[in-house]
């Protein structure tokens, strides 16, 4: 009983660790290839802003078409500029078939996994790591993935510096931190989870949903909702993705917006 004990704390300690500010400062020196020096957060770009928001914008613009017979409620609030766009790009995506048609065939449709390889080239998924004791990881499963692209996105309750996320905090390794300090808290499970659910309900405005949930289930509707389970380099294996800081727009498309993957903790904090 007592070896079974220390074993889980051993193993408890192992994952923790990286969280733990002093041992982090004792052990940089150690393992060179976790650090990646940024001059400023200016220059903490891989792509430009521009890039990342043309991919999410193809991609959401793709999920809502493919997804077209369960977008009525919310085409009926917008202007008929914006139906004639999405009723275009449907009869780009499925030549032929008129919108009343489509409501009634449901095998036209693809999943969302499927939707990312056909507009990005490659999907990934969620699965166990090869890494020991690091749980899950994330993997390109179909495709190949161009240099520079963007591959996933981290979803989760944002928190600004002041705000309380202890509880949260408690035994949970998916908080990232921002350059400005800004927290997400990316964990599906346990009051991470109550809290996120609570603000997507708080924000939603009628049938438009300021956020993305289904992250939180084994349903993802936006595939790339999956970046809290990549996992970090080793000394054996260098990191073959980073992360990169993004702020969307003010003017992003407010339909697109039931793909994203994130919510302000605060209601006045829109970001």
């Known amino acids: 009983m007592p070896g079974r004990l220390l074993r889980g704390l051993w193993q408890r300690w192992r994952r923790y660790k990286y969280r733990f500010v002093p041992w982090i400062a004792l052990n940089l020196s150690h393992n060179p290839r976790t650090l990646r020096y940024v001059p400023e957060e200016s220059k903490d770009k891989v792509i430009s802003d521009e890039e990342v928001l043309g991919t999410l914008l193809k991609v959401f613009q793709a999920l809502f078409v493919n997804d077209f017979n369960k977008q009525s409620d919310i085409l009926t609030v917008f202007p008929e500029p914006v139906k004639t766009k999405y009723q275009d790009l449907l009869s780009v995506q499925h030549p032929g078939v008129k919108q009343l048609e489509y409501r009634h065939q449901q095998q036209n449709t ?125 000394n054996d294996r260098a990191a073959n993705v980073c992360y990169q800081e993004f702020d969307v727009p003010a003017v992003f498309p407010i339909e697109l917006k039931q793909y994203l993957p994130n919510i302000a903790y605060s209601y006045d904090k829109q970001r």
């Open 110 to 234: 693809f999943t969302p996994e499927e939707i990312l390889y056909k507009t990005l080239g490659f999907s990934v998924t969620r699965a166990p790591s090869t890494l020991i004791s690091a749980g899950k990881g994330v993997f390109v499963n179909k495709g190949l993935v161009p240099k520079g692209a963007v591959v996933s996105m981290y979803p989760g309750t944002v928190y600004q510096k002041y705000e309380p996320i202890f509880f949260q905090s408690i035994g949970n390794p998916f908080i990232f931190r921002c350059l400005d300090g800004v927290l997400i808290d990316g964990n599906d499970k346990g009051i991470s989870k109550v809290v996120y659910r609570s603000c997507n309900g708080r924000d939603q405005l009628g049938p438009l949903k300021m956020s993305d949930s289904t992250w939180l289930t084994s349903e993802i509707h936006n595939p790339l909702a999956v970046g809290q389970y990549v996992n970090n380099c080793s």
